[in-house]
């Protein structure tokens, strides 16, 4: 290999380097916008994601124990995005940014998180 192509191959892993990087930061900014429920469903998702682009776009061999995972996982999340949209929707609602998100449904006197304070979490939310 001669200097130009070094040059090029070291090129290129900078670039990714800065991609990913980028990627990271911008995806960690938008977490940082959404409700824990919506953050935690991207992020399992995107097992499911990298999976499909592994299999449908770079053509990586597969078998049917990671198919069926990544299903399970897939549908596990809708169902848990679909199952907390309902349990926790009550009727005051929190806007925060271009979303509308359902306030939860109050905690059980006997856990321990309930004895923060309402007013505290409204500002937070906010």
Request: charged share 10%; glycine share 6%; hydrophobic share 55%.
């Amino acid at each position: 290999p001669n200097a130009a192509d070094a040059g090029l191959v070291w090129f290129l892993v900078a670039l990714y380097c800065v991609g990913i990087l980028s990627g990271q930061l911008l995806l960690a900014a938008g977490y940082a916008v959404l409700p824990a429920w919506f953050a935690s469903i991207l992020a399992l998702t995107e097992l499911s994601f990298s999976w499909s682009l592994d299999v449908f776009v770079l053509r990586e061999p597969t078998n049917a124990l990671a198919c069926s995972g990544t299903l399970v996982i897939f549908v596990g999340c809708a169902l848990a995005a679909t199952g907390s949209r309902k349990a926790s929707t009550v009727a005051a609602r929190t806007t925060t940014s271009s979303f509308t998100f359902a306030r939860p449904a109050p905690l059980a006197k006997s856990d321990s998180a309930s004895a923060v304070d309402e007013a505290a979490w409204v500002v937070e939310c906010q």
